[in-house]
Structures are given as C-alpha cells and as structure tokens.
C-alpha cells in the first residue's frame, strides 16, 4: 500500500509542477519566450510563433561501455514568426545542461521530428554540443508534404538523437522522445489559390491591421468596432497570460468560401444600405475573398461578407454604414491578405482587432 500512496504523491507534485510553469518566460533563450509552456495550447505565442520546454537525461558512456555520469538537460523548443507562405517548418533548439559524475565526455544531440517520410523529410543530420551551461541555438526545417488542393495536421513528437562529442549521431543512436509540438496544419490551395503555408491551428486567427489609428482605414475601423459594441461578433479578448480567446467574452467569426452564398450576403447588405441611405456605389461586388480583387464602395458592411455571419446567413444581423470607399477597399485589401497569411480557411474561426 505504501507504494501506491507514494505514486499519488509523485503525481500530484508533477501536476503541481506542471501548472506552475504556466507564466514562465526565457528571454535568455530567445527573445520571442515572453511566456513558456510544456505543450499543447500553453506554448502558444501566435499562429506562428511557440516557446516549449521540455527535460530529459542522457547517459555518458566511457570507452568500455560503462555508465559514468548523466546530462541532466532542460530543452527549448521555439519557432519566431515562421513564414506561412512555405511548406518548410523551422524549429529552434537550445538546451540548458549540467553533467553529474566523471565529466571526460560531453554529449551532442541531434533533434528532429518523429514523423514519417509521407508527413515530413530533413536534410542532414546537424547536432549541437551539450557543454555545461547554454547551447548555441540549432535549427531543425523539416518540409512537410501535402497534397495538391488539401491540408494535414501534424503532431510533431521532439526526439533527441544523442551521443558522446567524439562519435557520430545517427538515426540508430540512443534517442530520447520529447514532448509533442503544438498541432501545425499545413495547406495547398485552400486559403487562397496558387498558395501554401502552415500554421499553428489552435492559435486564434486575429486580423490586427484594420487600426482606428490608421487614416487610409480609419473609417472602417471606427465602423468596425461600433457593430462590435453593439454586440456583433468577431472582438478579440484574450485570456490573462494566454493568446487564446476568453470566450466569456469573445465570439468568433467564420470563413466562408461558397462564392453564391458570400454574393448573396453582400446584395442583402447593399439592400440595407440603399434602404438605409438611398444608395450605394456601383462598385460594390467585392465580397472580401482573399481570390477577389478589391474595389471602391462606400457601402461598408459588419460582419464581413466572406463570413457565416453574413447580412443573408444571419438574417439581417449585420451593421452598414456609408464610409469612404478607398479606405472601404484597403480594408477589403487587408482583410483578403489576412486570410492568406494566417491561413484561415472555409470555416475556420477567426477575430479581428481595431484598438
């Protein structure tokens, strides 16, 4: 019995453990580990950007094979506004090591990915040698494949290939598995036509540029943010110490792909504007699709056209205001680019951000 109160023990110190690092940060690592996590939504900095840490040991070895010390390490996995216009993933690592016993040896790894060669491939096997103290950083890429007009999520699992300085890291070396990446969901096509790109798809997608600061989009903004007010959806609370969504407080928007139904959200929204202000410009057809090109209209609608809370889906729960329509089309402009570059999809949830 004494074993199994000791087991609940330890768990329960591990759990504590595990909820206290929640708010740690390691600018010492990189300046984008304003906050670590060990895994899953915790580590998330953005759709492109996480800090994770993760521990593990490794045996050092003398040349007869025996056992005479342990690198007792503290690893960083992190990635820094990785592009999205890519298939190619580059993680980097640092590792924070302190040896115990007979210190004649020093041990370098080799980190990667455990995916298969159908998910992900590399090039080389590079390795960074764990001196006592910081390592320099090392940057793994892997290319992950997807197939033409598709998407895939992965669910990269760290292993650490490791070996004494003097010999050479293979894939048949002693390997510790680490930690599991935050899921990463690349795609060919979807977001936009003749693109690519990957994101980390638990991170919330928030359209920042339309700014209330900004002149060429101030009028949207302003509109933007009064349906927000009044309880239209799509305003951006994050949570204390998180990136992610407080939804207490935080209702999403969601991509619409379907061209007919984003064509007849925007004629509902027109028909409120000419109901509401006797007219609109004769430029107004642009739905805000990331495959349209934008155009002049001072016919400004909230929310969006190429979303589920559409002025047709929603049944009229939409605000439209008359506004400028080159600062209208900039913002289209904006709101096109943002679906690209975070890789929101049809259905994808997503907010937007004027303050």
Not at 54 to 80: H, I, M, S
Not at 166 to 190: A, E, H, I, M, W
Request: proline share 5%; hydrophobic share 35%.
């Amino acid at each position: 019995m004494y074993w199994i109160k000791y087991f609940l023990i330890s768990l329960m110190l591990m759990f504590i453990f595990n909820k206290s690092s929640f708010a740690e940060s390691a600018l010492d690592i990189s300046p984008v580990c304003t906050k670590v996590g060990q895994g899953g939504e915790e580590s998330l900095l953005s759709r492109t950007s996480f800090c994770q840490k993760f521990n593990f040991e490794v045996p050092v070895l003398n040349n007869d094979g025996f056992n005479v010390a342990v690198a007792k390490v503290t690893g960083y996995a992190y990635t820094a506004n990785n592009p999205t216009n890519v298939l190619n993933w580059p993680v980097t690592f640092r590792f924070k090591t302190v040896y115990e016993g007979a210190q004649n040896f020093i041990i370098k790894v080799h980190p990667r990915f455990d995916c298969t060669e159908n998910e992900c491939t590399f090039a080389g096997m590079p390795t960074v040698p764990l001196n006592t103290g910081l390592s320099a950083p090392i940057t793994i890429t892997p290319t992950m494949k997807v197939g033409s007009g598709g998407e895939q999520r992965y669910y990269l699992g760290i292993k650490l290939y490791a070996d004494r300085s003097d010999k050479t890291v293979t894939t048949s070396s002693f390997y510790v598995n680490g930690p599991t990446l935050p899921t990463l969901r690349c795609d060919v096509n979807l977001a936009k036509a003749n693109t690519k790109g990957c994101v980390f798809t638990d991170a919330p997608a928030v359209l920042n540029k339309i700014k209330i600061t900004d002149p060429d989009v101030n009028e949207s903004a302003i509109h933007i943010k009064e349906a927000q007010n009044s309880g239209k959806p799509g305003k951006y609370v994050a949570q204390s110490g998180s990136v992610m969504p407080d939804t207490s407080y935080s209702t999403p928007l969601t991509r619409l792909r379907d061209a007919t139904q984003r064509r007849k959200n925007r004629t509902a929204s027109l028909n409120m504007c000419k109901a509401n202000f006797g007219s609109y410009s004769s430029t107004c057809a642009f739905t805000g699709d990331s495959d349209e090109t934008p155009q002049d209209c001072d016919c400004d609608e909230y929310p969006f056209a190429a979303t589920n809370q559409g002025a047709d889906s929603s049944g009229g729960n939409v605000s439209v205001k008359k506004i400028d329509p080159s600062d209208n089309r900039r913002a289209g402009a904006y709101l096109g680019s943002f679906f690209n570059q975070e890789r929101v999809l049809d259905g994808d949830e997503f907010y937007v951000n004027v303050d």
